[in-house]
């Protein structure tokens, strides 16, 4: 297993599947190897049929088993919802609720789909069920950093570090990496990422997505960029790199290159929502090809009409065409299908100020605050429109009682010895850096 990983590492792509074949003849339940042949362009019959004998002999009332390779082949061929289908499918069929590699796969296929939500809670459950394992931490490092969650990510950081895994792994220096960017610790950040996109003479590609943004976060624009193609070449079906060379192309006013690599992404990655909002993205700018972009996030909802980047894509396009009604009544018809609007009410609420609608934007934030009390954007929206109102709220949250008192004392004590811990973490680091 390991000479076929680090024939893949080379290049050398048909030396790593002898290897892999190898491997199952002798192991026929090794997951890991079915997943590098399929990634490597195996046929699932193939692969099937190579472990059927021993499966069937050895292991039968094997049919999870069988599932999971179907699941796992469709991911390969870049059909994520297909394969989150079946990967649902074996959790509740044969109650494989702790199975951390199924959870593992779980998660990477619904971070293909864009899903973060989804993948986040797998790689969440993975992680509590063998909080040993460090397969997936990196990419669940760079989940809880994109969704937000700063107190998890600390939490997660602490946990890898406390392993003294650093010289061996680089989950580690990948979580550590997203935290100091979190908190604006970007110096640190770099050195973080750096560590753990090389590591052992091998590139980490999450470890390269890390130093790549960090280089987004310092403006070196050129920089990140080759970080993201080096990730391209390697995992070509991760669109993450595909929307930093977007999101860097359009930063340095690089319309037309940032078009075709969105574009590209399609062959790459395959349709989806996700790909189709990218395209958009590259193409609303410009207004010869705004009319495309239109087009392509049309398709997008036409597959999940609940694609929020979608919905607001499209409402900056009515917004820069100065369609302010078009923009309030598109948010409007979506927010009665949505479970938890309160996104789409803090857009609306913006939308509704800049048409000099205040009242009925200060009521889409008060809303949007009923339903998440910890967005802070609606919040900020509503002090800027109606200070008074803001006071009234937060009243009426003090008055919820000693047990919110309670917790709020306990979450203080938690931030302090969180602080007292970071403090410990960085010295760790500074030490490990001089050695």
Known sequence: MALGNLFKQTGMERAAVTCYKEVLRTYPMALDAIEQLLLLGCNEDDIQSLIRDKTTKQMPQLDWYQSWIRGSAAVAAKDNFTGIKIFMEIREKWNLVGCVSLLHSLGVANTNYGDYAAATEAFKLAHHFEPMNMKGMDLYSFLLWHEDMGQELYKLMTRLNEMSLNETRSEPWVASAYYAISINRLSKAVIFAMRGSSYMGMKMPEGLIAKAHVFMKLKKYQEAVECFREVMSRNPERLEPHRGIVDCYMATARGREAMTVAIGAMKSVGQSPRVFNLCATALKKDPLTVSKAK?????????????????????????????????????????????????????????????????????????????????????????????????????????????????????????????????????????????
């Open 295 to 435: 087009a392509y996030l049309e398709r997008a909802l036409e597959i999940d009409n609940g694609f929020l980047p979608a919905i607001f894509n499209l409402v900056d396009i009515h917004e820069s065409d100065g369609k302010y009604n078009e923009g309030i009544q598109l948010l409007k018809s979506y927010i009665d299908a949505r479970v938890s609007p309160s996104k789409l009410h803090v857009r609306l609420a913006g939308l509704l100020s800049r048409n000099g609608m205040d009242d009925s934007a200060a009521d889409q934030y008060a809303i949007a605050l009923k339903l998440d009390p910890s967005n802070k954007e609606a919040r900020e929206g509503l002090n800027r429109l109606d200070p008074t109102s803001v006071r009234a709220n937060e009243s009426s949250y003090e008055l919820a009682g000693e047990d919110m008192d309670l917790e709020d004392e306990d979450e203080d004590e938690a931030d302090h010895g969180d602080s007292e811990l970071d403090a410990s973490i960085w010295e760790d680091f500074a030490l490990t850096e001089t050695r």
